[in-house]
């Protein structure tokens, strides 16, 4: 039986996606920017079926986790995008897709990046094969991908990716082989998730000034970025995510990811940034984790905040 197989890396975005100005076609609101996370991946593979439908089943691969489930709802948005793919190239048969993360599913941690851009790759592979049609470019096949999830179209590009409307590239920033950790400060599944998040942040007075701050905050990171003025970055890193936040906390229906432990994490990392001066960049998605990107020459000091920090009280990946 004839199968085809695809992988994709997840992204954490520096500068973040909320807020969308066409919500079919997942056009942002603003400009993003996101490292890609080579370590955390999604797996999907494509059969035919045996009768019209589509259909969702784990994709079992060695060494991967054999738990791995989609919701029932999950599982539509992932076959609807798949339609969606194949209403692309007028393609009528029934497939079978299967699907797998490498990190824990019950981490809290959102793959929808990596499972869309995997899916994507995966099915236009197919598509093209099956229906005798050119390879479409990366370009192309990232802007496919993110009518699934908006942020997908960032994992197609590495180390750095640059997002703004319907135009998403790889960014050339002179920091390469970041160090990539995420403190787990809860397991549970996310009350609001983020596609919810980017209708419910409209509602909030500060969302008048975000497309604005958000750019401002994009053009003073890159040049933080391309000065080597890795203090500055962290600053404008952190600035950018407690805007986030903060239109969370001041929207119509108020909501929030933050719990003690993250406010007591993120006290201590700022403590660390002020007695010495140096530190991870940190940032934060639409959940209760902490991201920490760390530079190569800074492995020691990395090593040294997980021990006496973290390990014992909080899953890292
Ligand atoms: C907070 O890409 O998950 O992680 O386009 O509705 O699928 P949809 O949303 P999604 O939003 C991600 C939001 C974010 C910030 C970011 O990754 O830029």
Known sequence: MQQWLAEAPANIALIKYMGKKNKDKKIPANPSLSYTLNHLRSYVSLEFSSDKHDTWELLELPGLDNNFSLSASEQQRFLGHLAFLKEQFSYRGGLVVRSVNNFPHSTGLASSASSFAALTKCALLALSELTDTPELSIEDQAKLSRHGSGSSCRSFFSPWALWDGEKVSAIDIPYDNLIHEVIIISHAPKVVSSSKAHELVETSPLYLSRIENATHNLHALLEAFRANKWADAYSICWREFQEMHALFSTSQQPFGYMTPDTHQILDRLHEEWKQTGDGPIVTMD??????????????????????????????VL
């Open 286 to 315: 639409a959940g209760p984790n902490i991201h920490l990107l760390y530079r190569s020459d800074q492995a020691e000091q990395a090593r040294l905040f997980k021990q006496d920090v973290l390990i014992g009280n909080f899953d």
